[in-house]
Antibody
Framework: EVQLVESGGNWVQPGRSLTLSCAAS????????MHWVRQPPGKGLEWVSG????????GYADSVKGRFTISRDNAKNSLYLQMNSLTDDDTALYHC?????????????????WGRGTQVTVSS | DIQMTQSPSTLSASVGDRVTITCRAS??????LAWYQQKPGKAPELLIH???TLESGVPSRFSGSGSGTEFTLTISSLQPDDFATYYC????????FGQGTKVEVK
């Protein structure tokens, strides 16, 4: 089955760090660029970060630039998001998503497969 | 940044109704627009890309139109499975989403 499954979400205090993972299955992972999209409680969707198939091209939203780091391990069919200096505004459901292209880190591609998400709650 | 504005925020409808959701971009995005459906606790699902191209497997009652700054998603005859929240997304320059339209039972 073609799917993306996120994990690693948790409750953390402001200023702390957390790393999310996304496990891909059912397709050739290194044929695709991958992204993280988040959804704050009761709100809409916000693009967070994206990475090309070979990690050669990476992009971040201004709201997380300098704090979050995206990476991938094609041998493990996995995508990661390391999140540092977390604030209350980072509280959200974090989805990983696929674009139907090996590149696609600054636009011109939509997301054709999504995971259900993993919940990150930042609170003291 | 390109802002996306959807209307209405909530839409009350009955099975069999024709439903139209509008999305407006703050600047021209040509046809770099997608529509997604999301149900509670589920992953968003792609319905339409390039403003009017139906994703494989999506029922033909869904259609999209528009270009530039004005776009619409139409459900020709609302089915029980269609009660959900719908999002538009521009991908002309990075990615931004509309705030969502919840289609609820009238």
């Amino acid at each position: 089955e073609v799917q993306l499954v996120e994990s690693g979400g948790n409750w953390v205090q402001p200023g702390r760090s957390l790393t999310l993972s996304c496990a891909a299955s059912g397709f050739t992972f290194d044929d695709y660029a991958m992204h993280w999209v988040r959804q704050p409680p009761g709100k809409g969707l916000e693009w967070v970060s994206g990475i090309s198939w070979n990690s050669g091209s990476i992009g971040y939203a201004d709201s997380v630039k300098g704090r979050f780091t995206i990476s991938r391990d094609n041998a493990k069919n996995s995508l990661y998001l390391q999140m540092n200096s977390l604030t209350d505004d980072d509280t959200a459901l974090y989805h990983c998503a696929r674009v139907p292209s090996p590149e696609g880190t600054n636009g011109y591609w939509y997301f054709d497969l999504w995971g259900r998400g993993t919940q990150v709650t930042v609170s003291s | 940044d390109i802002q996306m504005t959807q209307s209405p925020s909530t839409l009350s409808a009955s099975v069999g109704d024709r439903v139209t959701i509008t999305c407006r971009a703050s600047q021209s995005i040509s046809t770099w627009l997608a529509w997604y459906q999301q149900k509670p606790g589920k992953a968003p699902e792609l319905l339409i890309h390039r403003a009017s191209t139906l994703e494989s497997g999506v029922p033909s009652r869904f259609s999209g139109s528009g270009s530039g700054t004005e776009f619409t998603l139409t459900i020709s005859s609302l089915q029980p499975d269609d009660f959900a929240t719908y999002y538009c997304q521009q991908y002309n320059s990075y990615w931004t989403f509309g705030q969502g339209t919840k289609v609820e039972v009238k």
